[in-house]
Nanobody
Framework: QVQFVESGGGLVQPGGSLRLSCAASLSIFSSYGMGWYRQAPGKQRELVATITRNLTTNYADSVKGRFTISRENRKKTVYLQMNSLKPEDTAVYYC????????WGQGTQVTVSS
């Protein structure tokens, strides 16, 4: 049973920054590609960013140039640095594999509003 614990969300003004963290209870975390996803109210969950085990990254067009995904295998943690936040980034953010392999965690709420 894999568990994810996401943290770091909050309320931020447009143009602000947040850094999200996701700790995973994966015994061989370093072997898996990981991803961040988000779900806005009334919308389907969408893929935001992925990072392979070889550190290759990919981003949704809507966040490219503003968000950065990274990982720290020793801590079994994946991060999402979010800069230049916009109101449309408001959502609950989740992590999982680079393709969805496991149950979802509780997510962390990000609200971008003035």
């Amino acid at each position: 049973q894999v568990q994810f614990v996401e943290s770091g969300g909050g309320l931020v003004q447009p143009g602000g920054s947040l850094r999200l963290s996701c700790a995973a209870s994966l015994s061989i975390f370093s072997s898996y590609g990981m991803g961040w996803y988000r779900q806005a109210p009334g919308k389907q969950r969408e893929l935001v960013a992925t990072i392979t085990r070889n550190l290759t990254t990919n981003y949704a067009d809507s966040v490219k140039g503003r968000f950065t995904i990274s990982r720290e295998n020793r801590k079994k943690t994946v991060y999402l640095q979010m800069n230049s936040l916009k109101p449309e980034d408001t959502a609950v953010y989740y992590c999982n594999g680079d393709v969805v392999r496991w149950d979802w965690g509780q997510g962390t709420q990000v609200t971008v509003s003035s």
